[in-house]
């Protein structure tokens, strides 16, 4: 399995970005894919996911509203299109994903990922 991240920059305060994650290996119809992000010195937190199963999404509470997590199956694909954006957003993004259907209990969780994409860097000047 394959990821590959990409969309990341530096936009100002209230813009917007969108992160792309192709997979490759996987069987999109019963993975679990989107984002988690990491500040330098604290954990990995969860941003968003997609459960292709169900067609089911997840937020943050942080980044709901803003934030939209969205799928293209032809091409094994999620997006999150951020809009909005404040510098509480700035981090490093990374695409995981998981080769099965993630319980709702579970999906925040870093653990119930197995594959991960190379970070992308966000970053949003205030």
């Known amino acids: 399995v394959q990821l590959q991240a990409f969309g990341g920059g530096l936009v100002q305060g209230g813009g917007s970005l969108r992160l792309s994650c192709a997979a490759s290996?996987?069987?999109?119809?019963?993975?679990?894919m989107g984002w988690f992000r990491q500040v330098s010195g604290k954990e990995r937190e969860f941003v968003a996911v997609?459960?292709?199963?169900?067609?089911?999404?997840f937020y943050a509470e942080s980044v709901k509203g803003r934030f939209t997590i969205s799928k293209d199956r032809t091409k094994n694909t999620v997006h999150l299109q951020m809009n909005s954006l404040k510098p509480e957003d700035t981090a490093v993004y990374y695409c995981?994903?998981?080769?099965?259907?993630?319980?709702?209990?579970?999906?925040?969780?870093?653990?119930?990922?197995?594959?991960w994409g190379q970070g992308t860097k966000v970053t949003v000047s205030s």
């Open positions: 997609f459960r292709w199963s169900d067609l089911s999404t």
């Open positions: 290996g996987v069987t999109a119809s019963r993975s679990t």
């Open positions: 995981a994903a998981s080769p099965q259907r993630v319980i709702n209990s579970q999906i925040r969780r870093v653990g119930s990922y197995s594959y």
